[in-house]
């Protein structure tokens, strides 16, 4: 773990609830992600997982508590204003446009930094060119650090699929987000898309200093990558600590990892 992880927290959850029709997606989930910090949230179908991250990103509001990204209550702000405030996500499902190259479907992570407009594309071709080259010299640093120049000019939908997941986790990035939301990152992965994946995302952390938070069923990967982990059953949390603190309690033990990990 490095050093920076302690500070004002780059996002606070305090007691939060959300229900559907007296489903309890949410149920009083409190904790904060720190500067630099690789924050896991696991628990089993159906726990709240997803929930969480509508609520971190402003698609659902929650019915009580509050949400604090940076120092700032964002709670009731619009998903886009979130976006704007550097809250980046990828889905469990890929949300690629499959026909656009690999390099555009990048530059549309950039489309929060354009501040040219078609008239003002004209008016000020100039700058507006500046900022284009600007934004693909960004868009060409993630291909570099993704490692997906062999892919760049050609249509998403003829990538494979482990390459599809990067380039969506590529987009986030070329946002430059201050969190990364990333919603099972290894889903349908083969062990070699994994860890090449696990590799990217600890180079996001460390490299890039961006704090992580990431939604996993994939245990091994979690406990190896994650510096804490919170468990959630039913909405409510049962733990939040240290992949060592968690894989002993025995609520978790008994819940959720199972027998296998209680020895
Ligand atoms: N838009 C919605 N309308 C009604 N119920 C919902 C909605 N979204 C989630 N729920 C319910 O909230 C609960 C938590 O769902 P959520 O998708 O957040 O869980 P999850 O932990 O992400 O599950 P998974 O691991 O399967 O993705 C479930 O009972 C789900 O049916």
New binding site residues.
């Given amino acids: 773990m490095s050093a920076n992880r302690t500070g004002t927290p780059v996002l606070e959850l305090d007691d939060v609830h959300l229900s559907?029709k007296g489903?309890k997606?949410v149920n009083g989930v409190s904790f904060e992600v720190r500067p630099g910090e690789l924050f896991a949230v696991i628990?089993p179908?159906?726990?709240?997982?997803?929930?969480l991250f509508n609520v971190i990103s402003g698609v659902y509001k929650p019915q009580q508590g509050s949400v604090r990204f940076l120092g700032e209550d964002v709670l009731g702000k619009k998903p886009s204003d979130i976006a704007a405030r550097g809250v980046s996500r990828t889905f469990?499902n890929i949300a690629l446009f499959e026909h656009l190259t690999l390099i555009d479907n990048m530059m549309l992570g950039r489309h929060q930094h354009i501040s040219y407009g078609a008239g003002a594309a004209i008016a000020w071709w100039g700058r507006a060119r500046r900022q284009e080259v600007e934004h693909r010299r960004k868009v060409e640093e993630i291909v570099d650090f993704l490692e997906l120049a062999a892919w760049r000019a050609l249509p998403v939908g003829l990538l494979p699929y482990g390459v599809q997941k990067r380039v969506e986790l590529g987009r986030a990035l070329a946002m430059e987000p201050k969190l990364l939301l990333l919603d099972e990152p290894v889903a349908g992965m083969n062990l070699e898309e994994t860890e090449d994946t696990a590799r990217f995302v600890l180079d996001i952390r460390d490299e890039l200093d961006v704090p992580i938070i990431m939604v996993e069923h994939d245990m091994g990967l979690v406990m190896d990558l994650a510096d804490r982990v919170m468990v959630v059953d039913f909405?409510t949390p049962i733990t939040t600590g240290t992949p060592d603190e968690v894989q002993r309690h025995p609520d978790v033990v008994r819940a959720y990892l199972g027998e296998e990990l209680s020895t």
Avoid: E
Avoid at 45 to 51: E, I, P
């Fill in positions: 559907f489903v997606a628990g179908n159906g726990a709240g997982k997803t929930s469990q909405g």
